[in-house]
């Protein structure tokens, strides 16, 4: 397996106040690794960090992908990031086209898409018409349709009931089980963690706190 991502002393500051601390992390290609910790313990940081939405303070990151050849790269942020006029099928050719997906390749995607995440039924809604759970649903779906490389994940079931959180969880395994893209998945869920996880990065207060297996991580 290769190398994805380096974090190379990484750190992250807004003025005074240190987000992220001397990191080091190396992502292999065809893992899940999780982030593991609670609210403000670094996690959407070194996801955005990932995802080149905000540069480091210190340190390095390293990404094997070229200008020739770069990585497919999706993004699913913790706050719902869909179009709130725009309908499911309306959603998912937009993006598309962003993606420069073909035409032909993004409505046989998406529809594999809406099929799996049980969405059937809901191509013609608004997006601000959807359940909370619906919208989590559609915001994987917009993350996956251009069939990444690599997916970046921010608490991908945070704010759901436990049904919608299973569904999701499962729809994850399935992804991690098939093998062919890295994802990366912050949680504050331990059980959770350990169903989808290679390895399992603990985080607190900025910091890695371990890094493992996850039989050798938490009580």
Known sequence: MGVIFELRQTGLRFGAFAA???IDLK???GETLILLGPNGAGKTCVLKILAGLLPPSSGSVLRPG???SPLRLGYCPQASAIWENLTITEQLALAAALYGVDKN???KRGAALLEEYRLIGEERTLGRELSRGNRRKLNLVLSL???PDVLLLDEPEAELDAPSRAAIVQ???RLSKR???TMVISTH???EAGQLASRIVELSSGRMVSCGEPDGIGP
């Open 20 to 22: 992220l601390t001397a």
């Open 145 to 147: 349709v251009h069939e």
């Open 171 to 173: 729809s994850l395994l």
């Open 27 to 29: 992502v292999m290609e």
């Open 105 to 107: 390749r993004a409505r």
């Open 179 to 181: 093998g062919t893209m």
């Open 189 to 191: 869920h331990q059980q």
């Open 66 to 68: 070229t200008e020739a």
